[in-house]
Structures are given as C-alpha cells and as structure tokens.
C-alpha cells in the first residue's frame, strides 16, 4: 500500500503537493443480472446508459392495497442484461489498473443481494472471464518486459518492501529451487484446465505511458471475512489427519504511515497472469460457500483479492536496481467480492447458516453507516466519528476513504420480482454511496535521475556507424594492381600482381604470427584470470558459508521472536477482550448509575412535595385542634360553670330546709307546681353538641346559633325500619319533610334540617321516643355534616303506676285530698330540683319527688 498519513473527518491532514479542494466522488456503476426464465416477471427497467426504474411487483400490489409507486435510480453507467465482460471491464476496472501502474491505490468491490451475479462479475466463468483475470492480463501486458528478477524484491511483515543485490537474489532462489515443495508457482508449468478458459484473454490491453527506467514486481495476497474474522487462503497449514487444526484468524494492524493492514498475511510474488490466477484459485477453494434457498453456490464471507504492485528505478547506469529504499513505490489494487445481503425468512438458514447471514448483514450495515455518515460530514460540515472500527471490512479500507486511492463500486441487482425489498435497500444505499466524496490521490514523486538509461550502454548491431573487425583487416592489405591483359604479349601485369600477392601473402603470415603471439598471451592472461575466478569463488564460498551460518541463525532468531509475538498477539487479543468486557460492564455501570441519580431525583422531588403536603396538613390539624380545644374548653367551663351552680342550689335548698321551723308542716309540691317552676326558670345554654360528618375530611365546623323554629326549612325524617308504631295522641309531624329509613347524602343535600326517630324501653317498661334533631351544613370537601343541636322525648306512664314514699307512720288522709305530710329529712330533701350538666335541656332540674318502686 502507498506509504501516505491516514486521515480522518475530524482532523484532516494537508499533503504535500495535492490540493484539499479537489475530490472525487465515489463511481457507483449497475449492472442487471438476466432472468433466468423468459416469463418471470420483471420488477427493474433499464431506462438508458445512466437511469434505472424499479416497478412495484403485482403481489406487493395487493398487499399494499394497490399502492403502485414507480422509483427510479441514477448511477455513473448502467450496464444491460447483454453486456460482455470486456466492455464493464474497459469502462469500469481499466481505469484503476492504469492508477495502479503509476503508483496510485484502488478499491474496487461488488455490491448487491444473494444471486445477483456478483462472483461472476468478479471471478467470470469459463470463456467469458470476470475483472480480476482481465486486470491481471493487462498488468502483465504493461511490465512484462520490465518485471525485476524473482525475490529482487521481498515483503516484511511492517507492510513495506526490502530490496536485495542480485547476488542475494539468486542465492535465495536456488535455495527456492532446491527445496522439495516450492511455494512458488513456477511459470513453467503447465495451466490448471480447470480455469484455463477463464484466463484466456482473447483482447489484448496494456497501460499507456509505462516508466522504462523502472523495474516491476507483482505480489498477491488473498483473504477472507468470515463472522467478522479474519482468515489467510493462502496459508500452508500442514494437514494432520490425526488431530487437524482450525485455521488461526489474523490481526489488523497500523503501519507507522496509519494504514490497515492484515498482519502475517501470505503475499506471494507471480510472475505472469497464469502465476498469478492460479495462487488465486488455490484460494478460491478454500473459501466458505454453502447452499441456501436462494444460491446453491452462496458465499458466506467477504473476499478481498490483493494486487501489490512494487516500483523501483534503475540506478545511473541503467543496469541494475537503485538500492535505495526510500525510493520504492507500492501501489495496490483491491478487488473485493462483498458477501450477499439476505433476509432468512427467505433463505430458510438455520444454525450456522443463520449465524453467518446475522454477521454478513451485520457487516453491510455497518458499511452503509459509514457512509452516511461520511456524506452527513462533507453535506452539513459536522464533525461526527466514522465508526470503522465496528466492522473489520471498513476497518481494513479505511484509508480508501480517507484519500488513499479511488473508490468503485459495482451494484450487481436481480430484475425478478422475489427480490424487489432488497433491490430497492440495495439502490438506497447506493444513492447514498454516490454522494459521498473522495480525496483525489497524489502523483508519484520523481527519483531525479536521467530518463532513457536503460537502453543507453547497450551494445549496438551492424546497422550502427562503427565498422567491422573484418571490413578494417580488409583495408590494411595494399591495392591490387589492374588484372586486366589486353595483349597476349604482356610481360609487365603478371609480374606486379604476383609481387602484390607475395606482400599480401607476407602481410597476412606476419598477422598470423601476430595473431598467434597475441592469441597465446591471451591465452596466458585467461589461464590467470581463471586461476583469480577460482580463488574468488573458494573466497565467495567461504563467504556463502558464513552467511549460511548466519542466516541459519538469524532464521532460529526470528523462529523464537515469531512464537514470541504470536505469544504478545494472543496476549493481546486477551486484554483486548477483557477491555472490551470491561468497557461493556463500565457502560452497564454508567447506565445504572444514570438511571439510580433520576430515581434519586424523582423520589427527592416526591419528598419535596409530600413534606410540602405533610406541612400544609399539618398546619391545617393544627389550626383544628386548636379550635377544637378551644371548643371543648369552653364547653368544659360551661360544665364546671354548671355543675357548681347545682351545687350551690343544692345547698341552698338544704340551708332552707335545715333552718326551717320544725312545728310547721311542709306543704307537699303538686306536679303541677313544678311543671310551673320548670317553665319558670331560665333555659341554661347547652353544652357543645355532637357532630356527625359524613365527609373524613371535611373541616371543623364553627359553632353556630340555634335558628329560629319559624323558619320554613326543609327536614331530612329519619325514622327507621326498626320503630314501632305508638299509639300515643302526640304524634310526630314535620311539614316539608323527605322521610327516610336511612340517611343518605343525596336527600342531606337537598334539605336543612336533620330529625332522627329513636326509640328504646324505659325502666318501667315502657316505649320511650326521643326526636334528635340537627342542622345540616356543607363541608369544603363537597360532603354534608349534621351538627345536632335538641333532643324531644315522648314517653307514655301510667297514672297508678308512681308511689311516694311515706314515713312508717301512715298519717290520715286529709280531707282537701292531700297527701299526707312528710316524715323525715331524707323525704324532704329529695324534693328537691337537681341540675344535670350536659343535659339536653341546658341548666334545668329533674324532679326525684317520686317514690322509688317497691319490689312486688
């Protein structure tokens, strides 16, 4: 991956030489799978090359009580259902390959439902082949002449590049060579049939503009995303039949330029399209496939196809690598093959297949939040975290987003009306896709030295200015003379061209002896050389030796440091999940605590109301109870007030009684007489009357007067199922009454007195009627309270039934009819008028002149 600062929404970091402004949307083209039968029936239209309609299948129709909605989806291109692999492939991926030769990154992933053709686009089938073998074909078109020697150039595991000498290039691939099993495909051998059709490429394409100056090497690495872990297809694990191990899923790591990688990841340098396609297909074996309802070829996980393209120049010369690390180039080109989106109600997945469809669905949802997100930050200016980091598939392309290369992405979709609710969240998401925008990458940096070195100190064929060995033998002989004899008696041609031919000859056998001397000096100085090559080479071999030693050592060292970073690793992903678990728990706590304080708030504002209620109604019992005291210390003082009144009465009437003169006979009162004295005296108040208040909750009612027994008010007449009927004269009557066998609030609301029938038997055994009457008064609470305020009795007595008692000495009868005279003190007194306090008739008397009954 290109060595450059990840960047982030919320701290965006300036490059060097790029301009912030310029940015680049994300290219979301669309390509419609055909139907599988010529009568299905069809839910998308291709409109034209950038629009596409979905239509409202007839079951959803009805459903939805014939709502029809037609939408329709615009996209960078829309390819048919009769489009060929060559032509997505110039439009699409052509692009990104030639980005990828000048040293700029690419993401390229395909995107839609279960069974929209996604694979095939990618992969291909047999005759038609997808991208990724086209991308290969026309990488290997472009460097193919330029490609450095195998192992020129080695990965680490820093996600960086080494560059060795050609000698330690050629050590290590004879040492390759020598071993049993090379992991190394060998471009000798010959095409696996099986994909054969698939690499067979009958377009030929090559990137434009290739650097000459510069030597290539091309490394793969192929991986998976399965239940959001990562895994290796193309590590060697050696099988054991006995006890077989799971495969180990790999760490995500940052570089020291903040770019994800995946740490221990097996990168393969190949060195043709068929190298290349077939350490592919190793992999493609390994990965996770099922049958589902919907696909009988499903894939269950994320495939992401690796392209590393590494660059570096030649030295001054033009001969061999600039062993310079600084100036090495990796670009990478990521061809992605996203894992279906489904819901199980249609895929009937059970178990593990349930499990993988929970993490596939899981895995795109986070990708579309990481989306709208990053369209929420660039359309609105907010600075809002990207959550990358909830899924390891946005985690690892991360950078893609933050400016690291281009961005494409191909929706492949399934026109059949099943797979209408999907097809329409899939082009939701690319709408929102196509708006998100992508830094433009920046151009490679130039090395500085002279172009054209390459081909500048080869040696030049005969077509050049620079003669021949044998055109310069040829002129250093002398000039034959004219060969020509025009007369038969010429003595003079024959001579000088035998003279000629004699130097010649002379000439040539002083080259030969020449040449032989030189020849066997030469002769001499490779003998020596030979002897110096030799020496060196027992020099060199004592030298491989030793750095076999130490390499030897270097391997047990770096064996020992890889069981202890696999030890740090495992380590890590514990405390890894233990802060996780923590995290989770300090969350939970958070929450609790949280919802502790608002429970502590509520009950405190509860307490504040109910101490504010508390304290009303206690101010309110108070000011009752303080009325109600006073109330009843009055009345207590009016009791008192009465009761010492009796007394003095009391005493008075024995005073008059004790200085009374003895001879005169005291005149026995007559009822009569006392009813007169009754109505003589004054009418005491009475003491405080009982309330009845219906209503709990109604206040103290404040003592009122009696009213006035004139006014016309309506009575409430109580009189219960259990009365008996008397047959006394005096009956009972109250006009305007609403007469009741039990009280209720609804006839005390509708009147202002209150009367209650009470009876109950007398001591002498007869029916004795009391008419407890009231004033009825409405309380605060909406209720009724009776304040009772007299009491009248009815009772019936027989006029033979009351004796006096006399003294033991029975007087004669007096002739006026008068009873006879009184005996003693005891007799006397009780004629006396006694005052009950708390009676209902105020201060008054009770006259006890009546003689107890004697037993029979």
Not at 56 to 82: A, I, M
Not at 361 to 378: G, K, P, Y
Not at 413 to 421: G, Q, R, S, T
């Amino acid at each position: 991956m290109k060595s450059a600062r990840a960047k982030t929404p919320r701290k965006p970091i300036v490059k060097k030489g790029s301009q912030t402004n310029l940015k680049d949307p994300v290219g979301v083209y669309c390509r419609v799978r055909p139907l599988g039968f010529p009568d299905q029936e069809c839910c998308i239209e291709v409109i034209n090359n950038t629009t596409v309609q979905l239509h409202t299948p007839e079951g959803y129709r009805l459903n939805r009580n014939g709502d029809y909605k037609e939408t329709q989806y615009s996209f960078k291109q829309v390819f048919g259902t009769h489009t060929t692999q060559k032509e997505l492939f110039d439009v699409v991926a052509n692009p990104l390959v030639d980005d990828l030769i000048h040293g700029k990154n690419g993401l390229l992933f395909t995107y839609g439902v279960t069974g929209s053709g996604k694979t095939h686009t990618m992969t291909g089938s047999p005759g038609e082949g997808g991208l990724l073998p086209r991308c290969l074909d026309m990488i290997f078109n472009s460097i193919g002449s330029f490609q450095a020697k195998r192992y020129v150039f080695k990965s680490n595991d820093r996600n960086s590049m080494d560059i060795q000498c050609e000698v330690d290039a050629l050590l290590e691939r004879q040492k390759r060579e020598a071993m049993p099993n090379p992991k190394t495909p060998s471009s000798k051998r010959q095409v696996d049939p099986e994909f054969a059709d698939m690499i067979t490429v009958q377009e030929f394409c090559k990137a434009e503009e290739v650097d000459e100056d510069s030597v290539y090497g091309v490394f793969v690495s192929y991986i998976e995303i399965y239940n959001n872990y990562i895994y290796d297809l193309l590590e060697e694990v050696p099988f054991d039949p006995i006890k077989p191990k799971p495969p180990q899923s790999k760490l995500l790591r940052e570089d020291k330029n903040h770019n994800m990688y995946v740490a221990g990841c097996t990168e393969v340098e190949v060195k043709s399209t068929e190298e290349a396609f077939e350490v592919f297909w190793r992999g493609q074996k390994k990965r996770r496939i099922a049958n589902t309802h919907l696909n009988r070829e499903s894939s269950r996980s994320h495939s992401v196809f690796n392209i590393k393209l590494v660059q570096a120049p030649l030295d001054a010369d033009g001969d061999n690598v600039l062993q310079e690390k600084e100036q090495i180039t990796i670009s990478q080109l990521s061809l992605v093959d996203l894992a279906g989106s489904e819901r199980t109600n249609r895929t009937r997945a059970e178990g593990n297949r349930l499990r993988e469809a929970g993490n596939i669905n899981q895995s795109l949802m986070t990708l579309r939040t990481c989306m709208d997100v990053l369209r929420e930050n660039q359309m609105y200016g907010t600075n809002k975290m990207v959550p990358y980091r909830d899924s390891k598939l946005t985690h690892l392309f991360k950078n893609y987003f933050d400016g690291e290369g281009k961005v494409r992405m191909i929706v492949c979709v399934n026109p059949k009306a099943e797979d209408y609710e999907e097809n329409l969240q899939v082009m939701r998401f690319a709408e929102v896709t196509q708006e998100v925008e992508v830094a433009r990458p920046i151009d490679k940096a130039i090395c500085g030295l002279t172009p054209g070195r390459r081909y500048r100190n080869q040696p030049r064929g005969p077509i050049g200015n620079e003669p021949l060995v044998t055109d310069v033998v040829l002129q250093s002989f002398p000039p034959l003379p004219s060969c020509e004899i025009l007369d038969i008696n010429d003595e003079q041609t024959l001579p000088r061209l035998i003279e000629a031919l004699e130097k010649r000859h002379h000439l040539r056998q002083m080259m030969i002896d020449e040449f032989n001397k030189q020849s066997n000096a030469f002769k001499a100085l490779l003998q020596e050389f030979d002897n110096a090559v030799l020496s060196k080479e027992n020099h060199m071999q004592g030298k491989l030796n030793e750095k076999e030693k130490m390499i030897s050592g270097q391997k047990l060292e770096i064996e020992r440091l890889e069981k202890k970073n696999k030890t740090l690793e495992y380590k890590i992903e514990i405390l890894e999940k233990t802060t996780t678990i923590y995290e989770e728990d300090k969350r939970n706590l958070q929450q609790e605590l949280e919802t502790q304080n608002q429970k502590l708030q509520r009950q405190f504002s509860d307490k504040r109301r109910l101490e504010a209620r508390l304290q009303g109604m206690v101010t309110e019992t108070t000011m009752k109870w303080e009325k109600e005291c006073e109330r009843r210390v009055a009345a207590k003082q009016l009791e008192m007030q009465n009761k010492l009144w009796v007394k003095d009465e009391k005493l008075k009437q024995l005073k008059a009684i004790v200085t009374e003169p003895k001879t005169e006979k005291p005149e026995r009162p007559s009822r009569e007489r006392d009813r007169e004295k009754v109505t003589q005296r004054s009418v005491s108040p009475s003491p405080v009357p009982f309330l009845f208040q219906p209503d709990q909750n109604a206040p103290p009612i404040r003592l009122r007067h009696r009213r006035s027994r004139s006014a016309g008010d309506r009575w409430v007449d109580h009189k219960p199922a259990s009365n008996m009927q008397t047959e006394t004269v005096m009956q009972p009557h109250v006009p305007h009454a609403i007469t009741v066998s039990v009280a209720n609030e609804k006839a005390l609301a509708k009147c202002e007195k209150y009367m209650l029938t009470h009876q109950e038997l007398a001591s002498d055994g007869e029916i004795e009627t009391k008419l407890i009457k009231g004033d009825i008064y409405k309380t605060r609470g909406g209720g009724q309270s009776v304040q009772f305020t007299d009491i009248e009795t009815l009772k019936q007595e027989s006029p033979n039934g009351s004796r006096k008692r006399r003294s033991s000495t029975v007087a004669p009868a007096q002739p006026d009819g008068a009873e006879s005279e009184w005996t003693d003190v005891e007799t006397r007194c009780s004629v006396a008028v006694e005052m009950k306090a708390g009676s209902q008739l105020g201060p008054g008397y009770q006259h006890h002149a009546q003689p107890k009954r004697k037993k029979p």
